[in-house]
């Protein structure tokens, strides 16, 4: 027999002119079939603090969950009629049943192209790449940026989902902070002492999950700065672009950048309250040929993985981002704001709690001064007690790594976001410790 190799690494034996595989003796003496490190690396920080919690609302109280970051839970916050009409005429068209290009159908990377660019940021179809969800096109970010060993500058409080996807990968994620007291600016000094050569990324979230800020555009300047000066690339989280409270402007950052090349992620989710129709996109930003064909090309390589997004949504999407009224994106806006407002000016007056104004997105942060409270040990303790107690679920900071603070989801109806802090205020009164005077120390 004559036994070879073939270019596929199969082992072949020549029978009669025939090829047959070889029969490798296995070595494997019983069943040990275990999870690939990827698997094992990969940890979702909010599903780690919350599994952990004991989540035992009283019987006495409906449950009202802040949460819960899907505007569409309540079922107050329904999308557009003309975002519904565009995905039933795609579906009647029968025109959407099958594959498209794993980048996305040209005609609607088009329409996304037409609906975000700008002079300052001009867009073309190729430009664009459409992804399953935001969350897909963040991953794809990652890994089109990313090598094993890398390292990725992350905002902190931040969204948990950049390190479960870089962890699995074996990337670093080195955490910069915000400034609560700055309304969530980064603290560019930190986040500048972070960067060295392995620094493949750096991600920016504006606006922010789980803030609620909005950047101005002097910070976003220097925050290009930065990046320009040590050549990082940028990978902008703007799934929450334009959900910005009247009054507060919001760039976004390519518009602003002159030399920093910028992978852009958005999505249908948020801003059409669709977060269930898996509609994301890339917008690549690269107007000084940084990124060159190796990036772009890359990009398409990974979109093949998965053989590119929904196809129905695909074919709604021209007829959603051109035909949604104006109207629809402002109420949207207008009740959020409502709603942040409400929370925010109720809670400011609670005892021990220190809450921070958002500017748009869905969230508002609120500070927790733990040592008024000392009957709970940390911010996980003090949300499960809160459920515990008053039926009231907030989502502790721990989740995003930033401790003493839990963060609160503005998408519910009013009435229960009336009832939720009155509980709150309620449980804060019954444990705040307020401290000891200076005068009353001497005395004893």
Same mark, same amino acid.
């Given at each position: ?11 072949? $034996? ?18 040990? $079939? ?30 009202? =969950? ?8 309540? *079922? ?5 009629? #003309? ?6 005429? =795609? ?45 897909? #096109?963040? /991953? ?8 094993? @060993? ?61 803030? @609620? ?13 930065? #990046? ?7 990978? #902008? ?6 959900? +910005? ?14 030399? +920093?090349?910028?992978?852009?992620? *958005? ?26 064909? /190796?990036?772009?090309? *890359? ?8 053989? *590119?997004?929904?196809?129905? $949504? ?31 000016? /109720? ?12 500017? @748009? ?84």
């Amino acid at each position: 027999f004559d036994r070879g190799m073939h270019g596929n690494g199969i082992h072949h $034996v020549n029978v009669n002119g025939s090829l047959y595989p070889a029969k490798v003796k296995s070595r494997r003496q019983m069943w040990d $079939v275990q999870p690939s490190e990827m698997a094992n690396n990969t940890l979702n920080p909010i599903r780690a603090i919350v599994d952990g919690m004991k989540l035992t609302p009283n019987p006495d109280k409906p449950m009202i =969950a802040l949460s819960i970051g899907d505007p569409t839970v309540f *079922g107050n916050l329904p999308t557009d009629d #003309a975002v519904l009409q565009a995905m039933k005429d =795609a579906i009647d068209s029968q025109k959407f049943n099958g594959y498209a290009p794993s980048v996305g159908y040209l005609q609607s990377r088009q329409a996304v192209a037409n609906f975000y660019s700008c002079p300052e940021a001009p867009l073309q179809a190729e430009d664009v790449i459409l992804t399953s969800g935001c969350s897909q #096109a963040i /991953e794809l970010v990652i890994n089109v940026f990313c090598n094993p @060993g890398d390292n990725i500058l992350v905002p902190c409080p931040g969204f948990s989902l950049y390190k479960t996807l870089a962890v699995s990968m074996g990337i670093k994620v080195k955490l910069y902070n915000l400034l609560p007291e700055k309304s969530w600016e980064i603290d560019l000094q930190h986040m500048e002492s972070l960067i060295d050569e392995r620094t493949s990324c750096l991600i920016v979230t504006n606006p922010s999950n789980p803030c @609620g800020s909005v950047f101005k555009k002097e910070h976003l300047q220097k925050i290009l700065k930065v #990046a320009s000066k040590h050549c990082v690339p940028i990978l #902008a989280d703007e799934i929450y672009s334009d959900m +910005v409270f009247p009054g507060c402007n919001s760039s976004s950052l390519a518009s602003l950048s002159s030399d +920093v090349p910028i992978l852009s992620c *958005g999505g249908l989710a948020k801003r059409w309250l669709v977060p269930g129709w898996r509609m994301g996109w890339i917008l690549i930003h690269d107007r000084n040929n940084i990124f060159g064909s /190796e990036i772009r090309q *890359g990009l398409v390589k990974l979109s093949q993985r998965i053989l *590119g997004a929904c196809t129905v $949504v695909q074919g709604a999407l021209e007829s959603i981002l051109n035909n949604t009224p104006e109207r629809f994106y402002r109420d949207t806006i207008s009740f959020l704001q409502s709603n942040s407002e409400i929370c925010f000016n /109720e809670l400011s007056t609670v005892p021990g709690l220190n809450p921070v104004m958002p500017s @748009g997105a869905m969230y508002l942060m609120v500070g927790i001064e733990m040592e008024r409270f000392p009957d709970f040990k940390d911010d996980v303790d003090f949300t499960e007690r809160l459920v515990t107690e008053q039926s009231v679920f907030c989502l502790p900071a721990s989740a995003f790594e930033y401790p003493n603070f839990f963060r609160i989801v503005v998408t519910v109806p009013e009435e229960m976001m009336v009832e939720a802090c009155i509980r709150i205020r309620e449980f804060c009164q019954h444990y705040h410790r307020p401290p000891s005077s200076d005068c009353n120390d001497l005395d004893q």
